[in-house]
């Protein structure tokens, strides 16, 4: 019961605690925070304007700028106190757990737990590569180092063979970058059918293709598909002649190097010396050449990687040249992965539109496969959450390697023999 203070310094029922100024701090900064989460769920990081977020706080704007120095502060901390709460869910989870598949079924199981609890993670997630870029660093390598640390031990347990530590790493940059792709893959799967996907088989086929892709040994007659000789790296295609062709390419250089944000139609127009009046003749709105640069890059990423797998014989040949010609495509147009995250911000639609016509490719071609002998070890309701590890690893892949540092480079040999030896061991191709 409270109590009020009398004249003998006794407490008598009654009046409650006054709040410490230091607790009002806490409790307004912590307002804030929730408030913009629930912004950022709602509208996105693109539409979570300081008044918004205020608004959703109960606050004064006035106010954000006694706790923030500015806007971006505070959405570049969404992320990282996010973060820390999902990393200890996870690790309460599967506390306990020696054996490395199990600990992986259970956090997983956990992963989707919290995305369930609190929905607008996957969301602040997937947008943060773009909006919040050094927060969301810092969360993948904290996710990266953690998988690392398991897989050493479970090497050490003799659970899963020991690799050297730069092969665990790549392991370590492929799943962590497989949650979220896979989470966003079953929401996406969920709202096209109108009911909610259940993520325990996902969870199993996940397992089952680490179990199988880290085992101890490599399972009888499979040998690691070497890479498809090196086709020769094309030259960029010569400017088009067709002004909406013209226009899209041009916009997508302009994305490549101020964003989607900044890209706008007077920069378009002067890049590509072209009217302003010529511009509305092609697009009703900046937002629907925006909504198309995605597209566009996709076909001739998916044009190029055609004729690195022409011929492949199997499923596995089909990859380890389609993971090399995507990489030659990025020396080509460094600017594809850029326009890929800004679309998942920015152009939400034309991402969601990317993301499905990629996982229906992976799946026809994985049925394809199967109807001739291979990927025998799975059924077909499993292919979608195969296609979004192998999408998940040429997105996450390029951020590590091909495109850091704000450099264009060629992906080392020793991640793209890790990386197949992992997809053909998970895969059981024999």
């Known amino acids: 019961m409270l109590e009020r203070s009398s004249k003998n310094g006794s407490r008598s029922p009654g009046r409650p605690r006054?709040?410490?100024r230091e607790q009002q701090t806490r409790g307004t900064r912590e307002a804030l925070m929730k408030g913009a989460l629930r912004v950022v769920a709602r509208h996105g990081y693109a539409k979570a304007s300081v008044a918004r977020i205020t608004e959703a706080a109960g606050v004064a704007q006035g106010t954000f700028y006694s706790y923030f120095d500015t806007h971006q502060q505070l959405l570049s901390e969404l992320l990282p106190s996010e973060g820390i709460q999902l990393l200890d869910w996870l690790g309460r989870a599967a506390h306990g757990t020696e054996d490395y598949f199990m600990h992986e079924r259970r956090a997983f199981s956990a992963f989707f737990e919290y995305i369930k609890k609190h929905p607008y993670f996957l969301r602040v997630l997937t947008e943060a590569e773009i909006a919040a870029p050094e927060s969301y660093a810092q969360h993948m390598s904290n996710i990266e180092d953690r998988y690392v640390g398991a897989l050493r031990r479970a090497a050490e347990r003799g659970q899963i063979e020991r690799r050297d530590d730069a092969t665990f790493r790549v392991i370590a940059e492929v799943l962590a970058g497989a949650r979220g792709h896979i989470a966003f893959g079953l929401s996406e799967q969920g709202r096209r059918s109108g009911q909610p996907i259940s993520p325990d088989a996902v969870v199993e086929t996940f397992v089952k293709?680490?179990?199988?892709?880290?085992?101890?040994?490599?399972?009888?007659?499979?040998k690691v598909a070497a890479a498809s000789k090196a086709i020769k790296a094309r030259r960029s295609e010569p400017a088009p002649h067709d002004t909406r062709a013209?226009?899209?390419?041009?916009?997508?250089?302009l994305v490549h190097k101020?964003?989607?944000q900044a890209t706008t139609i007077a920069r378009i127009t002067d890049a590509a010396k072209?009217?302003?009046?010529?511009?509305?003749?092609?697009?009703p709105s900046r937002q629907h050449l925006l909504d198309e640069i995605l597209d566009h890059m996709r076909q001739s990423l998916l044009a190029y990687v055609r004729?690195?797998?022409?011929?492949?014989r199997t499923f596995i040949e089909m990859e380890a040249r389609g993971f090399q010609g995507f990489f030659e495509f990025l020396t080509l147009h460094p600017e594809y992965i850029r326009i890929e995250s800004e679309a998942a911000v920015w152009a939400k639609e034309s991402y969601t539109r990317h993301f499905i016509d990629l996982e229906t490719r992976y799946t026809s071609a994985m049925r394809r496969s199967r109807a001739s002998g291979e990927l025998t070890l799975y059924g077909e309701s499993e292919f979608p959450t195969l296609s979004y590890i192998l999408m998940a690893a040429r997105h996450y892949l390029s951020t590590r390697y091909a495109?850091?540092?704000g450099t264009v480079r060629r992906m080392p040999p020793f991640a793209q023999t890790a990386y197949i030896d992992l997809v053909q061991r998970g895969l059981s191709i024999r």
């Not at 199988?212 to 499979?222: A, E, M, R, Y």
């Not at 072209?274 to 697009?283: D, N, Q």
């Not at 004729?307 to 492949?312: A, D, L, P, Q, V």
Request: no cysteine.
């Open 274 to 283: 072209v009217a302003v009046g010529t511009f509305y003749a092609h697009f």
């Open 246 to 253: 013209l226009l899209l390419r041009t916009a997508s250089l």
């Open 307 to 312: 004729e690195h797998t022409r011929g492949s």
């Open 18 to 20: 006054k709040r410490t």
């Open 258 to 260: 101020h964003g989607y």
């Open 209 to 222: 293709f680490l179990r199988h892709g880290l085992g101890v040994q490599l399972p009888s007659g499979v």
């Open 403 to 405: 495109l850091a540092k």
